[in-house]
């Protein structure tokens, strides 16, 4: 399994209404310093339906700025579809962290 199909196995184990963030992603995936890579590999997602990456946020649980597939507000609606709180574009992370 490449980097990319790694990343995307992970995503779709992430449950509805929780978020990661990108280094949680490179960690768990073998790559602890890619946390870059995680980035470019969800922006180039090529099932966004399917691969769940609205579910990941930053360290701080800030929402992507540039997220791919219609930027912040999208995300925002995504994850509070799921029952996830945004407020002013950050995610509360004791509240909506998910730990394997």
């Known amino acids: 399994m490449n980097f990319y199909e790694s990343v995307y196995?992970?995503?779709?184990?992430?449950?509805?209404?929780?978020?990661?963030t990108y280094g949680q992603i490179a960690r768990a995936i073998g790559r602890p310093r890619a946390?870059?890579?995680?980035?470019?590999?969800?922006?180039?997602?090529?099932?966004?339906?399917?691969?769940?990456?609205?579910?990941?946020?930053?360290?701080?649980g800030r929402l992507a700025p540039a997220f791919a597939f219609g930027g912040v507000e999208v995300q925002a609606k995504l994850l509070r579809d799921e029952g996830v709180e945004v407020t002013d574009g950050y995610v509360d992370l004791e509240k909506y962290i998910w730990r394997e």
């Open 9 to 20: 196995a992970y995503l779709k184990t992430i449950p509805k209404g929780k978020v990661v």
């Open 35 to 60: 946390a870059r890579q995680v980035g470019n590999a969800l922006h180039r997602n090529p099932e966004p339906v399917v691969t769940p990456c609205h579910r990941v946020v930053n360290r701080e």
